[in-house]
């Protein structure tokens, strides 16, 4: 029996309603996707590990689900290539002395592993660890941390008990003092992030942009300052968009405006009336259009013709003339592609 099906025979079973059996299926399946969208997010952000649980689990629940499925064995195959790419690494760099870098590799080869120990990296990392070379790296990072801690270096202290704890993880000295630089960076990357919130609401997303990068610089960690630089360079990217839209359509290009309009994510401003006019006077001057569409394909502005046949076919889905002009357009552009690569 296929998951999804058997979920909601089970709820039949108890004897719930149709309706209320659709609506809990409707509920279980935008979970499903908002699962893969986060899983895809991950994937593009090269977090890969978080990435293959989300899509482990998608599959689990559901194994028809292709994109999933796809993701799932793209994202197996990138971290099994790390896994012996950083393995191998480690081997090299131990086999010509680089005892601090082979330890890092090995540390590298587990972390693709889910943490787990990769071939032999246990005995391996444990067998570097007790080497002079490493355990002097160790002490020379944790007293320059300290160091630079006392100069307010806060930065530049995290740097190096990061790297004493990539090298053991269970070194105390770099436990405590990287707790504590941390805790001290997230209290002055907070007001950094205040002042990025507050210009996002005002609409300067530029200026909120930097502020969150410097709140970041200073406490990565933040998952609120993370999604905000997003959001902010979302707005940044939709303002820029509207600007060039409404340009072109006070210009009267409405075809030009519809394509920058397009590129709008979300709800902004007065898009979504300003569209509707644009697709308004298409509608009323189709003949118009479609004249000045053909006129870009006899005289070769094939990407100029595509563009206006676009938003012809969106005004009036069944222009078919336009449909076979467009067609005609996409074939001689492949063609003009196929002889530039030859």
């Keep these: 029996?296929?998951?999804?099906?058997g979920i909601i025979l089970i709820i039949l079973a108890l004897g719930m309603s149709a309706a209320a059996c659709a609506v809990i299926y409707r509920n279980y399946k935008d979970r499903?996707?908002?699962e893969f969208t986060e899983g895809v997010d991950l994937f593009n952000h090269q977090k890969y590990q978080d990435a293959l649980e989300k899509f482990e689990d998608i599959?689990?629940?559901?194994p028809?689900?292709?994109?999933?499925?796809y993701y799932f064995k793209l994202t197996t195959g990138i971290l099994e290539q790390r896994r012996n790419n950083f393995y191998n690494q480690g081997d090299w760099q131990?086999?010509?002395?680089?005892?601090?870098e082979a330890v890092i590799?090995?540390?590298?080869a587990e972390e693709a592993n889910g943490g787990r120990e990769f071939r032999d990296t246990r005995t391996r990392l444990n067998s570097l660890l007790n080497q002079a070379k490493v355990q002097d790296e160790i002490h020379r990072c944790n007293d320059a941390g300290i160091d630079l801690y006392k100069k307010k270096d806060l930065p530049g202290a995290r740097n190096l008990f990061n790297r004493v704890l990539t090298i053991d993880p269970e070194n105390s000295t770099g436990i405590g003092y990287r707790s504590t630089v941390s805790r001290e960076l997230a209290a002055l990357a907070e007001a950094p992030y205040q002042e990025g919130v507050a210009l996002y609401n005002n609409g300067r997303f530029d200026a909120a942009i930097v502020k969150f990068q410097r709140s970041l610089l200073l406490n990565p960690s933040n998952k609120a300052a993370e999604k905000d630089l997003e959001k902010a360079r979302l707005g940044l990217r939709n303002e820029a968009f509207y600007k060039y839209?409404?340009?072109?359509?006070?210009?009267?290009?409405v075809v030009l405006a519809l394509e920058n309009f397009s590129n709008i994510t979300g709800i902004h401003r007065d898009t979504q009336v300003l569209r509707q006019k644009c697709l308004d006077r298409i509608r009323d001057s189709t003949d118009?259009?479609?004249m000045q569409a053909v006129s870009f394909y006899e005289s070769q502005k094939l990407q100029e013709s595509l563009l206006v046949f676009k938003w012809i076919l969106v005004a009036q889905p069944y222009h078919e003339e336009a449909r076979k002009y467009q067609e005609l357009t996409r074939k001689k552009l492949e063609t003009l592609q196929k002889i530039r690569e030859e």
């Design 1 to 5: 029996m296929k998951p999804r099906f």
């Design 32 to 34: 499903i996707e908002t």
């Design 59 to 62: 599959v689990g629940i559901d």
């Design 64 to 69: 028809e689900h292709a994109q999933a499925s």
């Design 94 to 100: 131990t086999k010509r002395n680089m005892l601090v």
């Design 105 to 108: 590799s090995f540390r590298g």
């Design 245 to 253: 839209g409404l340009s072109a359509f006070q210009a009267g290009n």
């Design 288 to 290: 118009s259009f479609f």
